[in-house]
């Protein structure tokens, strides 16, 4: 018996040594591999509402996953296409002309390849829109054919584009940087002896004037061809329902579709003119002005579509003329940031409905107003916008300061160059949004938190998704 048990003991003291021996091998092994780092697979640049934070590229590391959380989804669907995108941008009127000269040779070359340039400091301006004569931020009141009182020139004999020398030249340097970017052009009046009242402030264009004024669109596109700048598209008239500007003009919707349909467009047709002709430009309020144009089918078939602004109305009235009129072109050509707004109002409310807004409305370009000024909102003419911030204000010869349209427009311009589409992205309680694809294949998401506090989300695309944090009254571009 005590044999056995001495034989039991020895069978246990051995399981217990291998049982040791196991366990030590166990403590003495590698450990557990570490999970595989997430890879960065979506870039994106924040601009904070409280200006802590201004199109800064974010370190945060974002990869697609398939882990299920219950946090609010942005769809992507890049299935979904919509229209072109012309571009982004301002309008370079004869006051930031002035200013922008006013720099050194460096620092305006500085500002121009920070605006218009392609490297990465660059936010990729592509759309500009110019005035055919003054607007009410040129330092002068002029058109190309001003005349003594009381005369006239009907051969438009004394036609001249040299009031406007500086900002041709300008152009052409800007032209250096993007030789593509696109330009439509607008007058604020005509010559004041085409008008019934002999004003350059309101009025209406005579209908004795009509063809001849047809022939000043004409000059002035083959001129500035001359000069090496292709102007893409036109409109008649710079807010055609407002003559109380200096210099405006009031031309009624029949008026405007009498004058393109059997004045503008059989002279541009004539004289082998490809400008597109743009119907309205301006408030969103009065969709039946652009409506009533296309609906006269001689006029129609010479304009290309209708540009909006939006100091009155909603955003969707752009849809509801895109939805009379499908195959027309829609395009979105001003809105002033204003000297007494605030960064962060102004950032929400832009992003909201100039960007996002228009181009969810089928929009084709989204331009915000004045392009620089100086520090006292000028130069303008007597009677002209006092209180219109540009992008870019002017501090002398050597300084210059980045304001809230600039950022507004960088959203976009930096990230999605003409020739992308917009695609389809779903709306979500207060993260508005938009997305396009570019030429080279990316995806550009354009959200705007429009609450006050900050949301969590998720970007989902392919079946996978980001999660991300976009704080109140902030604006994100992200691109994968």
Known sequence: MKKNRNIKLLIVASLTGILVSCAQSSDNSSP?????????????????????????????ILGF??????????EVNDTQIFQAIDGFGYTLTGGS???INSLTSSKKQQLLQELFGSSTSSIGVSYLRISIGASDLNNTVFSYD?????????????FSLTPDNQLILLIKEILLINPNIKIMAAPWSPPVWMKDNNSTIGGSLQPQYYATYAQYFVKYIQQMKLQNITINAITPQNEPLNPANNPSLYMSALQQADFIKNHLGPAFQTAGITTKIVAYDHNCDVPQYPITVLSDATANAFVDGSAFHLYAGDISALSTVHNSFPTKNIYFTEQYTASSGSFGGDLKW??????????????????????ANNGAYGPNTPGGCTTCKGAITINGSDAYQKNVAYYIIAHASKFVPAGSVRIGSSQSGNLNNVAFKTPSGKIALIVENDGTSSEIFNIKYNGKWVTTTLNGGSVATYVF
């Open 32 to 60: 557990a591999p570490t999970p595989t780092p997430v890879t960065n697979e979506v870039d994106f640049w924040l601009t904070n509402s409280d200006e802590s934070v201004k199109l800064e590229k974010q370190t945060t």
């Open 65 to 74: 996953n398939t882990n299920y959380n219950t946090y609010t989804n942005i």
């Open 97 to 99: 002309v002035d200013v």
């Open 146 to 158: 001003d005349m003594p009182a009381g005369q006239t020139d009907v051969n438009l004999t004394n």
């Open 350 to 371: 832009h992003l909201k409905n100039v960007i996002i807004g228009s181009m969810r409305n089928w929009s084709k370009n989204a331009l915000e107003w004045n392009l």
